[in-house]
């Protein structure tokens, strides 16, 4: 389990000017919808703008603490 707070802050450690919108699909904490908006996704491709943001969830995606994540990556408008 893990609330929407450090969720966040795990992926703003990676994309510091990530805006994240998290929407918990289950009520259990660990089911999660996600959008990221971030400049850092400027010039990849959505494979790579979605490992950028895996990049950031491993440990917690490892340890249980998410299990699973529906991403929605974007540029910022």
């Known amino acids: 389990m893990i609330d929407n707070n450090s969720l ?3 992926i703003r ?3 510091p000017d990530a805006k994240v919108d998290i ?3 289950t009520g259990t904490m660990d089911h999660f919808n996600v959008t990221v908006r971030s400049g850092a ?3 990849k491709t959505l494979i790579e703008q979605h490992q950028l ?3 950031a969830l491993k440990g917690a995606l490892k340890d ?3 299990h699973a994540v529906e ?3 974007l540029l910022p408008e």
Do not use: C, M, N
């Open 8 to 10: 966040t802050a795990l």
């Open 13 to 15: 450690a990676e994309l």
């Open 23 to 25: 929407y918990d699909r």
């Open 41 to 43: 996704f400027a010039g």
């Open 53 to 55: 943001v895996y990049g």
């Open 64 to 66: 249980g603490r998410v």
């Open 71 to 73: 991403l929605k990556t």
